[in-house]
């Protein structure tokens, strides 16, 4: 069975919205650590996405792959950074990665504007 990014990431969100209504302290913390994290800086938000990207190949997170990915093709990343990306998390991560930087090109595809 092949999975959907799309539909992986509509029902972690729809998941996400209950624990923001059961914990909403906590989902505050964890929403202004993020926003605070991808703000411009030395990285601007883009590399910052590249990087998150990277951690969520590695980790094998299916719906933070999703989300990065989503994330990226917001901020116009290239179809080029995105594969270095993934050719660093495979150098990094090794076999594992390597299916998961797979998992990630094929978010990437589903997700294109006209593809979803």
């Known amino acids: 069975m092949s999975k959907s990014f799309v539909q992986i990431t509509s029902d972690v969100s729809k998941a996400l919205g209950t624990l923001r209504r059961e914990i909403p302290q906590t989902m505050a913390g964890f929403g202004a650590m993020a926003k605070s994290s ?31 990915i989503k994330a990226l093709i917001r901020l116009g990343a290239s179809r080029e950074q995105i594969m270095e990306t993934l050719g660093v998390c495979t150098y990094m991560g090794g076999g594992p990665a390597l299916m998961y930087a797979a998992e990630a090109v094929r978010a990437y ?4 504007p006209g593809n979803a």
Do not use: P, S, Y
């Open 38 to 68: 991808l703000q411009d800086g030395a990285l601007d938000e883009l590399h910052k996405e590249l990087i998150a990207l990277a951690i969520a190949v590695t980790q094998r997170c299916d719906a933070c792959v999703g989300f990065h």
């Open 109 to 112: 595809e589903e997700m294109l």
